[in-house]
């Protein structure tokens, strides 16, 4: 008989066995602890090797977090060399968002920012979208920093992106897109209007001014003059009451389709009625994008600034077709001035 069983038959055995398990376990448990701890850190390791290798000199980066550095590229784009700034880390971005949800606006305010480049709808353009292959060509070129538009900064821009809506084959295509911007490391910067029954009415306002062209004879979407606003916000259209109900669920199906087909991007959701209301979201759209926080300025003045019953020719016919309805708090919702 060995000291072991002798103790065991001495004692009673079953504490000792219960410390036993319990040691065995917390070594186990201690051991696969460590290994994945490895494991982290040398996929890190390795990623953070990979954003090296892009550029030829070696940059150093700090203050970015290990989870956080897929996101963050040196790129040497080919038309241009980057100089004094190639070492300054870049992130790249698209907005994506429906028409008439104050994107425009929103562009025009995160290019006042000296480090943010955002290039309109690049795939307002239909040879750009025709297929995946031309989708994706054409995003390698905008992330190469290759794109130039008049919203192209200086060698400095350290975060660079584009305007995207739902219907520039974004959803047709969302499988292979999706893959892309997460291979890529490309942070998305989500804008929707939660009022879809204003958006509706800028939809058909902005229609209108299409055919009409109401600004001496040019059809303007955003304008930057009380003038021109007044004259644009004249118009009321009049709304297609047998189809209001099911005009509003699809935008807000295509919404819901959208948040959940790219939940696997980071990203950021932001409402134009929040950025109209809470400078804060500004804040943090900058903070995301990995910037300095500036204040950030539009020239453009918004169209529609009277209540919503002054809008449309129909008002009553809508009241009464949204009442009861869950989409009765868009008849009362204010979104307010900037
Ligand atoms: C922002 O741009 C300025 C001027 O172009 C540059 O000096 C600065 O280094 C840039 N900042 C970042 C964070 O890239
Ligand atoms: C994709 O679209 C582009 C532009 O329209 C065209 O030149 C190209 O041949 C298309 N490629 C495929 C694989 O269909
Ligand atoms: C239209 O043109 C006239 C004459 O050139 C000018 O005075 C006026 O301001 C213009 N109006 C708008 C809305 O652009
Ligand atoms: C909405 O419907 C309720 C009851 O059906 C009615 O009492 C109310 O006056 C309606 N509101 C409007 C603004 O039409």
Not at 41 to 48: I, K, S, T, V
Not at 103 to 126: C, D, K, M, Q, Y
Not at 239 to 261: G, M, P, R
Request: aromatic letters at 10%.
């Amino acid at each position: 008989m060995n000291a072991y069983s002798f103790k065991i038959s001495k004692w009673s055995p079953y504490p000792l066995r219960v410390i036993l398990i319990l040691f065995v376990a917390t070594f186990g448990l201690y051991i696969c602890y460590v290994s994945m701890n490895e494991i982290t850190l040398e996929r890190n390791a390795r990623d953070f090797l990979v954003s090296l290798k892009e550029t030829e000199n070696v940059c150093s980066v700090s203050g970015i977090q290990p989870e956080e550095m897929r996101y963050i590229h040196f790129p040497q784009p080919a038309t241009y060399s980057r100089s004094e700034c190639s070492c300054s880390p870049v992130r790249f971005f698209a907005i994506i968002s429906m028409q008439r949800s104050g994107s425009g606006w929103f562009e025009t305010l995160l290019n006042s920012h000296p480090n943010i480049s955002s290039n309109g709808e690049i795939f307002a353009v239909r040879e750009r979208r025709a297929n995946v292959s031309s989708i994706l060509n054409t995003l390698d070129t905008v992330y190469n920093l290759d794109w130039l538009s008049s919203a192209a900064k200086n060698e400095c821009t350290a975060a660079f992106g584009l305007k995207w809506m739902l219907n520039q084959g974004l959803m047709d295509h969302h499988a292979e897109i999706i893959s892309y911007l997460n291979m890529k490391g490309v942070s998305l910067v989500f804008l929707f209007r939660r009022n879809l029954l204003r958006r509706l009415i800028s939809v058909l306002a902005n229609d209108y001014d299409r055919q009409e062209k109401q600004l001496n004879g040019t059809h303007k979407s955003h304008v930057h003059s009380k003038e021109e606003a007044e004259i644009l916000a004249r118009f009321k259209p009049r709304i297609n009451i047998a189809s209001l109900i099911s005009d509003i669920s699809s935008a807000e199906k295509a919404i819901a389709d959208c948040l959940q087909h790219f939940s696997s991007t980071r990203h950021i959701i932001l409402y134009y009625e929040d950025i109209v209301n809470n400078h804060n979201a500004l804040s943090h759209v900058q903070e995301f994008l990995g910037v300095l926080i500036a204040k950030l300025v539009s020239r453009q003045v918004k169209i529609h600034t009277r209540p919503l019953s002054k809008q449309v020719m129909n008002w009553e016919d809508v009241t009464k077709t949204l009442n009861g309805t869950r989409y009765e708090h868009f008849l009362n919702h204010a979104d307010c001035d900037f």
